[in-house]
């Protein structure tokens, strides 16, 4: 039960999928469990393989590492983590069973075919004055090329949208100034930060929660929160509270 396996892949797949969705092995703080499950990973985490291991195991390792001095009481690795086993994470999917094969489609009798080559055959549109017809598209395409050459041109309305981000930090200890003042240092064409406010979410954490005002063709707010989430050293993950068009 457990984390178990820390030094293979089976295992780090694992604690990579717990620490998508929590900070710490045990709680909202670090703990003497953060240790265990430290000192049970042997070799190097590969980033673009465990981006949540490595991620904490560098936050752990700046704060202490092995002699970390965490609250708590250290168990084995095992002892922690979700109550599945490193061997049925790694049981690979059931193959699905493979669709039954489409009958083969009956051959059209020959009395058929006749009957629908001979509707083919047959122009219920047809005209008697085929050049006035042509003259008659010529006009169409014309009036409709006009028509789409004046609509590209007509200026578009610009659209922008209202973006509340839910900033969270690692733990009560980091610097919620600096965090903001790093994530309002963040400039793009069409955008524009607006208020923001502290909001508690327990054990003493509280999350910066920002407004932004951005330019749909100009900003993303996937990219916008990839830069953020990029100042390790105080955020730990962001959240889209809100999102409304104006």
């Not at 003497?32 to 190097?44: C, G, L, N, R, T």
């Not at 549109?125 to 169409?140: C, G, H, L, Q, W």
């Not at 969270?168 to 064409?189: F, H």
Request: charged share 30%; net charge negative.
């Amino acid at each position: 039960m457990g984390f178990e396996q820390l030094d293979k892949d089976t295992g780090l797949t694992a604690l990579n999928n717990f620490l998508e969705e929590h900070s710490y092995i045990d709680g909202f703080v670090a703990t003497q469990a953060d240790v265990a499950v430290f000192e049970a990973i042997k070799a190097p985490v590969a980033a673009g393989k465990f981006p949540h291991v490595a991620r904490w195991y560098n936050h752990i390792s700046a704060r202490g590492g092995k002699t970390a001095k965490f609250p708590g009481v250290k168990k084995a690795a095992s002892a922690y983590g979700p109550a599945v086993t490193v061997a049925a994470a790694a049981k690979p999917a059931s193959r699905s069973a493979s669709p039954a094969k489409k009958p083969a489609s009956r051959a059209a009798s020959p009395a058929k075919a006749a009957k629908k080559e001979d509707e083919d055959d047959f122009d219920l549109f047809a005209s008697d004055d085929e050049e006035e017809d042509a003259e008659k598209a010529a006009i169409v395409a014309q009036r409709l090329k006009e028509y789409n050459e004046k609509k590209a041109a007509k200026p578009k309305p610009l659209a922008k949208s209202m973006v509340i981000l839910d900033v969270k930090p690692w733990d009560d200890e980091t610097d919620m100034k600096a965090l903001e003042a790093a994530v309002r240092g963040i400039e793009m064409p069409g955008l524009v930060w607006g208020t923001s406010k502290l909001v508690a979410i327990g054990y003493g954490i509280k999350k910066l929660q920002i407004t932004a005002v951005v330019e749909d063709d100009k900003v993303g707010v996937d990219d916008l929160s990839d830069q953020i989430q990029g100042f390790e050293d105080y955020c730990q993950s962001v959240d889209v509270a809100s999102f409304n068009k104006l």
